[in-house]
């Protein structure tokens, strides 16, 4: 049986992997390690406390002795990294947690791994058939004019204090790699969206405001263009990558699905109006959208290029976005008590000082 080491399993991208990772390997034991953060909700796992593949451990990833002790404990044969501080605008407005986790965190794994695999073999080489995915963001490129997309050729530009920690994890990782022979792939992707989506980020956001009748902040003009993936596909990508990814290779995910944030915003109202019903008053939802003083910095488009992955490994996007959209509604309608336990007193703080006292 192969263990995998998953970090930051409880959180969005991370939890539909586990389950999906557990239903496509019936030979593998996920190791979950989650700091349980804000954005990290054990409840996502829910119903797989009782399953004998499943081991979530509570803890740091920069705790070096925990996860060194992880390693010899369980002998991991992959690692799928996904840990991370994740918001922009939580990394504008405090860095140094983005920091500390995004590199120090991966620095910490990647030592463990490269003590506990290229010590398991007398020459130091990689032992064959190990795995380390680095998951990372489409933003480390920096933001596109009109046209073009990057490609894993273009040169990194982060624009942000998230975007330039996860690049500077990008090159770590892939120092590693490089120096070490450690067998590190590294993926970058585009925005994502689906159920278990913490509701700092657009789409959760717009789908709970918009549902319960609040204002609908939109930052800057609304027309900042982002590529959604829905959280599946992205899941699916990764798992490719995981079994027919070549080490040391870097694989661009995306939707092919540029969307503008206010037609996003549109399209989340019309649904809901469809579903739900206007509000009281026969007022539809469009209607609560307000624009709020932009990002500072805010990237103005990002798509990417996926054709790499696409020839490569044969992976491509299957979910449309009208499916996703659709199915991410449902989702979040059908799970009112999930969002009403993450939106607590301290969502309720960060969210005024995001866009009620702009
Ligand atoms: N969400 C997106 O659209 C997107 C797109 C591309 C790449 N990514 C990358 O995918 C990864 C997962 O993103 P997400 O949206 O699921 O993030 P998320 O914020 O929903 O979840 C992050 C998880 O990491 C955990 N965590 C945070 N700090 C930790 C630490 N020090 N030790 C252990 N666990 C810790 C949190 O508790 C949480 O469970 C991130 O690396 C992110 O950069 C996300």
Same mark, same amino acid.
């Given at each position: ?142 933001? /596109?004019? =009109?046209?073009?997309?990057? +490609?894993?050729?273009?040169?990194? #530009?982060? @624009? *942000?204090?998230?975007?330039?920690? !996860? ?103 019309? /649904?809901? =109006?469809?579903?739900?019903? +206007?509000?009281?008053?026969?007022? #539809?939802? @469009? *209607?609560?959208?307000?624009?709020? !003083? ?65």
């Amino acid at each position: 049986m192969k263990t995998i080491l998953l970090t930051g399993g409880c959180g969005f991208i991370g939890s539909n992997f586990v389950r999906m990772a557990l239903a496509r390997f019936p030979d593998c034991r996920v190791v979950n390690l989650d700091k349980l953060t804000y954005a990290g909700n054990p409840t996502n796992l829910a119903g797989l406390e009782a399953e004998p593949r499943y081991r979530f451990v509570h803890g740091d990833i920069c705790d070096q002795a925990l996860v060194d002790g992880l390693f010899s404990e369980e002998g991991f044969d992959a690692v799928v990294h996904f840990a991370a501080e994740s918001h922009v605008d939580r990394s504008i407005e405090g860095p140094g947690e983005f920091i500390r986790t995004n590199i120090t965190g991966t620095f910490t794994l990647l030592e463990a791994t490269r003590r506990a695999w290229l010590a398991a073999t007398k020459d130091q080489s990689p032992i064959a058939n190990h795995r380390f995915v680095h998951v990372s963001t489409d933003e480390v490129y920096g933001s /596109l004019g =009109d046209t073009g997309h990057f +490609t894993e050729e273009t040169p990194y #530009d982060p @624009r *942000s204090p998230y975007s330039a920690s !996860k690049a500077s994890s990008d090159h770590l990782a892939r120092a590693y790699q490089h120096t070490y022979g450690l067998p590190v792939l590294v993926t970058n992707c585009s925005n994502n969206y689906g159920p278990y989506q913490f509701p700092e980020k657009l789409i959760p956001l717009i789908i709970n405001n918009a549902y319960t009748g609040k204002e609908l902040p939109v930052y800057g003009d609304g027309k900042n263009v982002r590529d959604w993936l829905f959280v599946e596909d992205h899941c699916e990508a990764l798992l490719t990558v995981l079994e027919k990814g070549t080490p040391g290779e870097t694989y661009n995910i995306g939707g092919n699905n540029e969307r503008q944030n206010i037609e996003i915003v549109h399209t989340v109202c019309d /649904l809901l =109006d469809q579903r739900c019903g +206007t509000l009281p008053g026969g007022q #539809d939802r @469009r *209607s609560l959208i307000i624009f709020v !003083k932009d990002r500072p910095g805010h990237d103005r488009r990002y798509a990417i290029d996926a054709a790499k992955i696409r020839d490569e490994l044969g992976w491509k996007p299957t979910v449309t976005f009208e499916e996703g959209i659709r199915r991410t509604i449902d989702w979040y309608l059908a799970n009112e008590e999930w969002m009403a336990s993450v939106v607590d007193g301290s969502y309720r703080e960060y969210y005024n000082r995001m866009y009620t006292q702009r």
